[in-house]
């Protein structure tokens, strides 16, 4: 998170990421690796460690050749491990 707050800092000029709205935050962040930052040198790192070791390539869905996509509503973001203390969605509605 202090790597995604520093380049868009820098790139985008916003000094505070936690006053973005959802969407906007996102939009921004998805494009940090486009530019000469840490998250595109993590993300090069990230690239060349995948294609040393073709067994931890992304997840498919069998027979389709298509990458599993999180569709990014709440349940979805909920059970997916890799997301695990990314999100918060506050209390529980009740």
Do not use: C, K
């Amino acid at each position: 998170m202090d790597d995604i707050e520093s380049d868009l800092s820098v790139f985008h000029r916003i000094d505070d990421p936690t006053a973005l709205d959802g969407p906007r935050y996102f939009r921004l962040v998805w494009r940090l690796a486009a530019y000469q930052g840490v998250m595109q040198a993590r993300t090069l790192a990230a690239r060349d460690e995948q294609q040393q070791s073709p067994a931890a390539g992304p997840r498919h869905e069998a027979g389709t050749g298509r990458r599993d996509i999180n569709p990014g509503i709440r349940a979805t973001l909920q059970a997916e491990p890799a997301f695990a203390g990314v999100f918060s969605f506050g209390a529980p509605d009740g």
